[in-house]
């Protein structure tokens, strides 16, 4: 357990972490009815959307920056809630401002700003409740199997906040697009923010109980352990494997969204749907791995989910090619259950990498070391995405011909089992170094 139940009901760190991850899942529902605003009200193609949306995602790559200031710089004595609070706050100020501009007129250029800046305030805020997360996990326990125990646990519970903030988000945002204009959602997530941002205020950080750390060390020093966390072979080489595993796949996010919407018609009360199958996927997948999983080598775990994610490219293949449709299979139940599946497996290989990450981690740079590797997973996904535009662009798939795009998901395929051969980065078994290491 993390804590003994009468601690449970004194430190708000649950309540604080269960909030800010929930948010961070529902984060999903004003970013679908963004999709449907550019696609409808603003008019761009399937490109422009794929490099807006990866554009927009530019902030989370300076998470490292933001992971140091939190670990050196204190804000009255605390040096993890008021960036949490700083993060609603930035997020409020921009999701308002985009509900107020769009119901009269926006341009791209103008919304993409204010959609950079709630990704700003999104990545100060993830990386405080990372770095929670892990202090939490440093906490000095009576065994080295208890502490991986209580490590695994918290990063499962917050694991499953995310993913039922992103099945409440996916769920009201597949009926909310068909009956509230994209601009009432924006004011109801930007209202979202502002009620967490008061909570997250009234929350004193003396009263969580964490780890004592070196206050106030600086950044040139916080910078230096960094570096030096950085250079050892267990953190190096293990995330720099985990981002080209993502960084090598080529994302048609874009050009699937135009297809399922423009060619196939699916309405999008389906693709709430299909969102809410996928979150709770990443909800029971949580589960599973807290309850059974933890003890796998996470590289195991995480090639098998990698050859897992191939394997269901070529099932679009097939779903593209109209295979399932001859066979009696409606397009919205692949849509349903198949693409979501796919969509959160790119989310499933987080959850042991970042036990793993935790468990490495040297104590006092608990915050930089996780942004370090979100910011390099923020710019995997970007490049994949900028790779996406390129293969589809490649393959001759536009907004009105997608004859290419059978061919684009077998190279997707291709790419996705290439880091598979350079697995072995990944540590094989995680108990014996986190053993040796506590000798």
Not at 59 to 80: C, E, F, N, T, W
Not at 201 to 220: F, H
Not at 314 to 329: P, Q
Not at 378 to 404: H, P, Q, R
Request: charged residues 10%.
């Amino acid at each position: 357990m993390v804590a003994s139940s009468s601690d449970r009901t004194s430190n708000p760190i649950r309540s604080l972490l269960g909030l800010g991850f929930w948010v961070q899942g529902f984060r999903c529902f004003p970013w679908m009815a963004v999709n449907f605003f550019l696609k409808d009200s603003l008019n761009v193609d399937p490109s422009t959307l794929q490099l807006l949306q990866n554009s927009a995602n530019l902030p989370m790559v300076g998470k490292p920056l933001y992971g140091v200031v939190s670990d050196a710089v204190y804000i009255s004595a605390q040096h993890r809630v008021p960036y949490i609070a700083i993060g609603a706050f930035l997020q409020a100020v921009s999701w308002l401002a985009i509900a107020i501009l769009s119901q009269s007129s926006i341009s791209i250029f103008t919304m993409s700003l204010f959609l950079l800046l709630s990704n700003l305030g999104a990545s100060i805020a993830e990386v405080a409740n990372d770095a929670l997360v892990a202090e939490t996990a440093k906490q000095p326990m009576t065994s080295s199997k208890k502490a991986q125990s209580s490590s695994g646990e918290l990063q499962s519970f917050v694991w499953m906040a995310s993913s039922m903030g992103g099945v409440l988000g996916n769920l009201l945002v597949g009926f909310a697009i068909d009956r509230f204009s994209p601009p009432s959602m924006f004011l109801f997530f930007g209202l979202l923010v502002v009620l967490q941002f008061f909570i997250t205020i009234t929350v004193r950080e003396s009263a969580l109980k964490l780890p004592k750390s070196q206050s106030n060390v600086g950044i040139r020093a916080q910078l230096s352990e960094l570096s030096a966390a950085l250079r050892k072979p267990e953190i190096m080489y293990s995330v720099a494997w985990f981002a080209a595993s993502y960084s090598i796949i080529p994302v048609l996010t874009g050009t699937m969204f135009f297809y399922q919407t423009q060619n196939l018609k699916i309405r999008s009360s389906v693709l709430g749907i299909s969102k809410v199958f996928g979150q709770a996927a990443m909800l029971f997948w949580g589960v599973i791995y807290n309850s059974g999983l933890k003890s796998v080598s996470p590289r195991k775990l995480i090639s098998a989910i990698q050859a897992m994610m191939a394997v269901f490219m070529i099932s679009d293949v097939l779903f593209v090619k109209g295979v399932y449709r001859e066979m009696g299979v409606p397009d919205s139940l692949y849509v349903v259950i198949f693409s979501s599946l796919l969509e959160v497996m790119f989310f499933f290989k987080i959850l042991p990498f970042s036990v793993y990450i935790a468990q490495v981690c040297p104590p006092g740079c608990e915050g930089s070391i996780m942004a370090f590797v979100m910011s390099a997973v923020a710019l995997a996904f970007i490049v994949s995405g900028y790779l996406g535009v390129a293969l589809a662009s490649y393959t001759g798939v536009t907004g009105d011909d997608f004859s290419g795009l059978p061919l684009a998901l077998i190279i997707q395929a291709a790419c996705t089992i290439l880091p598979l051969y350079w697995s072995y980065f990944m540590p094989d078994d995680v108990k014996s170094k986190t053993t040796k290491k506590s000798k």
